[in-house]
């Protein structure tokens, strides 16, 4: 028998990646009640201890999954290096405004720049893959733009962060989709390309007597420390749903992460205004045309498949 040199994922290999990608967003979703318990210690503070810590516990890692052979490997490519820079720097810049929307009591915002991210999926499917807009996802478009615009209007204020959150994040998936190294290799050599910079910032705070770390309390230690594996583990899971799921499913996850940022946001008792209401029914109300549409043109791919392996099944095909 003749081992997959490539193509499309194995069944096994989607719904592991159906799996892994649903894990990941569930922790997402409930990653606010972690940052909470730090959220006195300033944003790129926090980032560079996600980046020093999950080092470490990366390494650990692909040691129990014995990936150091690949790692080694994509860094022997340059092109490779290249775009996991690329992806490195994606990821740092969604975590500083996520944690900064999370410690400044913006849980709302950045929830709403995980649910405007299908839509911007679609986007990076039109710019990039040449991908035409059925009549379906051009009037989901419409309704999401028409949303940012109510409650940019009603607020006064452009949510800025919800649009950074979703560009990178949506970018960071491309670039990690289409960039040929596994989930936990590729999610090393990231870690690995910031740690100098991540490292060098926390040692320029301690040397001026700053520093949350071992300075804040033993709470405070823990739960920093505890960024490595909080930081590795949904990545390395969206990195391996990355790599064996399509665009458009990845977008249809995505639901979960900013649902529960939602509900926590109300939860911590951010105003939700009528702006907010309006903004977020229009929202969902894209998201679920995007979704019927998802599930219609899988329907028909399912249908064609399934009519070509007959076909080629069938006996006057010799």
Excluded at 137 to 163: D, K
Excluded at 233 to 242: E, K, Q, T
Aim: hydrophobic share 55%; glycine share 8%; proline share 5%.
């Amino acid at each position: 028998m003749k081992a997959r040199t490539g193509g499309a994922p194995s069944s096994e290999g989607v719904r592991a990646g159906l799996l892994a990608g649903i894990a990941a967003y569930a922790i997402w979703g409930l990653f606010p009640l972690y940052l909470k318990q730090i959220e006195t210690v300033p944003a790129l503070e926090v980032v560079a201890h996600r980046i020093v810590w999950s080092l470490p516990f990366g390494a650990l890692v692909l040691t129990v999954l014995k990936q150091w052979r690949e790692v080694t490997a994509a860094f022997a490519r340059p092109h490779v290096v290249a775009r996991l820079a690329l992806a490195a720097t994606l990821i740092a810049v969604n975590w500083l405004v996520y944690v900064w929307c999370v410690a400044n009591d913006r849980v709302l915002q950045a929830s709403l720049g995980y649910y405007i991210n299908p839509l911007i999926f679609i986007a990076t499917g039109v710019v990039v893959l040449r991908e035409n807009l059925n009549r379906l996802q051009i009037a989901a478009v419409i309704l999401a733009a028409i949303g940012v615009l109510v409650l940019t209007i009603g607020a006064g204020v452009f949510p800025w962060p919800s649009f950074v959150l979703a560009l990178s994040f949506t970018t960071y998936g491309y670039v990690r989709k289409t960039t040929p190294v596994g989930a936990m290799p590729g999610l090393f050599i990231e870690v690995a390309l910031l740690a100098p910079l991540a490292a060098g910032y926390l040692l320029f705070l301690w040397s001026g007597g700053g520093g949350a770390f071992a300075s804040e309390g033993t709470t405070i230690d823990l739960f920093l420390a505890a960024a490595g594996p909080a930081t590795v583990i949904p990545l390395a899971l969206f990195a391996l749903a990355a790599r064996r799921l399509r665009l458009s499913t990845l977008g249809f996850l995505q639901y979960i992460g900013p649902t529960g940022q939602l509900l926590l946001g109300l939860y911590y008792g951010e105003e939700f205004t009528a702006a907010h209401g309006v903004c977020f029914a229009l929202i969902w109300s894209a998201l679920a045309l995007i979704s019927f549409d998802a599930v219609q043109r899988n329907r028909h791919e399912t249908r064609e498949a399934a009519i070509i392996q007959s076909a080629a099944a069938s006996p006057n095909n010799s």
